[in-house]
C-alpha cells in the first residue's frame, strides 16, 4: 500500500493504467486531494469503478497521527505528528494578518547544533522523506481548516542536509500539477550550507531563500553556528550574491536572530550593512526567544530598535519580527518534540 502523502501525478497516471481507465483521471484525483484537500480518493465522483476499487485497495488514505495539538492567544497552532515509524515532528501554522503561513520540519531533530536553538538539544534522529512533509502540509490543511498560502522550511532540521528529499517536496509544492503553489510563496531557509545553495541555483529549484546569519563577524558567527568553521561568512555571502543573480526576481530573506549583548551593538548594524551592500534582500530581526536554561538573553525592545533603525537609515529593508506561538514553544528555534531531561518546554 502507498500512503496518500506519497502519491504523485506520475503514480496517480500509473494507478490509472493499471485500472485500464483514461490518464485524465489521474489529474483529477491530483486536484481532488492536493489542490481541494479531500483524503478519500476514491470519493472523487465519476471515477469508474475499476479505479474506485483500485485506489481502495493500494492507497492508504491516513495521514500521520495526532499527538498534541497547542494553540497560542495570537492563533498560531502547533501540531505534533507520529510518522510511520514512530518518528515525531512538528510543523505550525501561523496566520497573519489573515494570511496563513505554515512552518515545515524537513529532518526529526537537527544535527548542525546552532546554540541558539532548542531543536538542536536533542541531536538529529533522521531525514525526512517527501511525503513526510506533504503530510504536514495536509494535516495542518486539515486541522487549521484552511490551506497555508505560504510554506516555509524553517521547521526541525537543516532543509541542505536533507536536500534531494526536499527538492523533490519544493518540486511536488510548485508544480501545477501538484499542489500548484507560487515558487514565490515557497521558502527554503538555511544556516548557511553553502553547497546546497550552490547545488539549489544549479538546479534551479523553485523557490524562496532564507539565510539564517546571526552574526556579523566569523568570531561571533563560529560561536552561534558551528556551520560557520565549515563555511565563514565571506563564503556564505558569494553564495548568496550567486543566488541574487541567478534569480533577480526571488525574494532574498536575511534571518538575524538578536541576541543580547553578542550581536546586537550598533557596530553590529553598521558591519550587517557592510555586508549586504548591494544585495537585494529583507532583513528580518528576531529577537531571541529564551528558554528555561538558554544561554542567551533577549535584547531590550529599545536595542532592538536603535539596531533596526541603523539598518533602515542605510537603506536596508529591516523588519522585527516578534516570534509567534511564544507560549506553545511553536516560535522560532524552539521546535523540539522530545525533550531532553534537563529541558523543559514553556507552555
Ligand atoms: S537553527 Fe536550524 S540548523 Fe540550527 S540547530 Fe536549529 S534546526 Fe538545526
Given at each position: 500500500?502507498?500512503?496518500i502523502?506519497?502519491?504523485?501525478?506520475?503514480?496517480?497516471?500509473?494507478?490509472?493504467?493499471?485500472?485500464?481507465?483514461k490518464?485524465?483521471?489521474?489529474?483529477?484525483?491530483?486536484?481532488?486531494?492536493f489542490?481541494?484537500?479531500?483524503?478519500?480518493?476514491?470519493?472523487l465522483?465519476?471515477l469508474?469503478v475499476?479505479?474506485?476499487?483500485?485506489?481502495?485497495?493500494?492507497?492508504?488514505?491516513a495521514?500521520?497521527?495526532?499527538?498534541d495539538?497547542r494553540?497560542?492567544?495570537d492563533?498560531?497552532?502547533?501540531y505534533?505528528l507520529?510518522?510511520?515509524?514512530g518518528?515525531?515532528?512538528?510543523t505550525?501554522?501561523?496566520p497573519?494578518?489573515?494570511r496563513?503561513?505554515q512552518?515545515?520540519?524537513?529532518?526529526?531533530?537537527?544535527?548542525?547544533?546552532?546554540?541558539?536553538?532548542l531543536?538542536?538539544?536533542?541531536?538529529?534522529?533522521r531525514n525526512l522523506?517527501r511525503?513526510?512533509?506533504v503530510?504536514?502540509?495536509m494535516l495542518?490543511?486539515?486541522q487549521?481548516?484552511?490551506?497555508?498560502?505560504?510554506?516555509v522550511?524553517m521547521g526541525m532540521?537543516?532543509?541542505?542536509?536533507?536536500?534531494d528529499?526536499?527538492a523533490?517536496f519544493?518540486?511536488?509544492?510548485?508544480?501545477?500539477a501538484?499542489?500548484?503553489?507560487?515558487?514565490?510563496?515557497v521558502?527554503?531557509?538555511?544556516?548557511?550550507?553553502?553547497?546546497?545553495?550552490?547545488?539549489?541555483?544549479?538546479e534551479?529549484?523553485p523557490?524562496?531563500?532564507?539565510i539564517s546569519?546571526?552574526a556579523?563577524?566569523?568570531?561571533?558567527?563560529?560561536?552561534l553556528?558551528?556551520v560557520n568553521r565549515?563555511?565563514p561568512?565571506?563564503r556564505?555571502l558569494?553564495?548568496?550574491h550567486?543566488?541574487?543573480?541567478?534569480f533577480?526576481?526571488?525574494?532574498?530573506?536575511?534571518a538575524?536572530v538578536l541576541?543580547a549583548?553578542?550581536?546586537?551593538?550598533?557596530?553590529?548594524?553598521e558591519r550587517?550593512?557592510g555586508l549586504?551592500?548591494?544585495?537585494?534582500c529583507t532583513?528580518?530581526?528576531?529577537?531571541f526567544n529564551?528558554?528555561?536554561?538558554a544561554p542567551?538573553?533577549r535584547p531590550?525592545?529599545?536595542?532592538?530598535?536603535?539596531?533596526?533603525a541603523?539598518?533602515s537609515?542605510?537603506?536596508?529593508?529591516?523588519?522585527?519580527r516578534?516570534?509567534r506561538?511564544?507560549e506553545?514553544a511553536?516560535?522560532?528555534?524552539q521546535?523540539?518534540?522530545?525533550?531532553?531531561a534537563?529541558?523543559?518546554?514553556?507552555?
Amino acid at each position: 500500500m502507498i500512503s496518500i502523502s506519497e502519491l504523485t501525478p506520475t503514480r496517480l497516471r500509473h494507478l490509472c493504467t493499471q485500472a485500464d481507465t483514461k490518464a485524465i483521471h489521474a489529474e483529477r484525483l491530483n486536484a481532488w486531494i492536493f489542490r481541494q484537500g479531500n483524503l478519500n480518493p476514491a470519493s472523487l465522483p465519476e471515477l469508474p469503478v475499476a479505479l474506485c476499487e483500485l485506489l481502495d485497495r493500494e492507497v492508504d488514505n491516513a495521514l500521520p497521527a495526532l499527538i498534541d495539538q497547542r494553540c497560542a492567544a495570537d492563533g498560531t497552532q502547533k501540531y505534533l505528528l507520529q510518522l510511520h515509524d514512530g518518528e515525531q515532528v512538528e510543523t505550525v501554522m501561523i496566520p497573519i494578518a489573515g494570511r496563513l503561513t505554515q512552518c515545515i520540519s524537513t529532518q526529526a531533530g537537527c544535527a548542525l547544533g546552532c546554540t541558539f536553538c532548542l531543536t538542536a538539544t536533542g541531536g538529529l534522529r533522521r531525514n525526512l522523506s517527501r511525503g513526510d512533509m506533504v503530510a504536514q502540509v495536509m494535516l495542518g490543511w486539515q486541522q487549521f481548516g484552511q490551506r497555508a498560502r505560504n510554506l516555509v522550511l524553517m521547521g526541525m532540521g537543516e532543509p541542505m542536509h536533507n536536500f534531494d528529499a526536499v527538492a523533490d517536496f519544493v518540486r511536488f509544492v510548485t508544480d501545477p500539477a501538484g499542489m500548484a503553489y507560487s515558487p514565490r510563496r515557497v521558502t527554503l531557509s538555511t544556516v548557511g550550507v553553502v553547497p546546497g545553495i550552490e547545488r539549489l541555483i544549479a538546479e534551479q529549484l523553485p523557490c524562496s531563500l532564507a539565510i539564517s546569519l546571526n552574526a556579523t563577524t566569523d568570531a561571533v558567527r563560529d560561536q552561534l553556528m558551528p556551520v560557520n568553521r565549515k563555511y565563514p561568512i565571506a563564503r556564505l555571502l558569494e553564495a548568496m550574491h550567486g543566488f541574487a543573480h541567478a534569480f533577480p526576481r526571488r525574494r532574498m530573506l536575511v534571518a538575524y536572530v538578536l541576541l543580547a549583548g553578542v550581536n546586537d551593538s550598533l557596530a553590529d548594524a553598521e558591519r550587517l550593512v557592510g555586508l549586504l551592500k548591494g544585495m537585494a534582500c529583507t532583513v528580518s530581526l528576531l529577537p531571541f526567544n529564551p528558554w528555561p536554561d538558554a544561554p542567551w538573553q533577549r535584547p531590550d525592545d529599545a536595542v532592538v530598535g536603535r539596531f533596526r533603525a541603523q539598518l533602515s537609515q542605510a537603506g536596508l529593508v529591516a523588519v522585527v519580527r516578534e516570534s509567534r506561538g511564544k507560549e506553545i514553544a511553536a516560535a522560532c528555534g524552539q521546535l523540539l518534540h522530545r525533550q531532553p531531561a534537563n529541558v523543559s518546554i514553556p507552555i
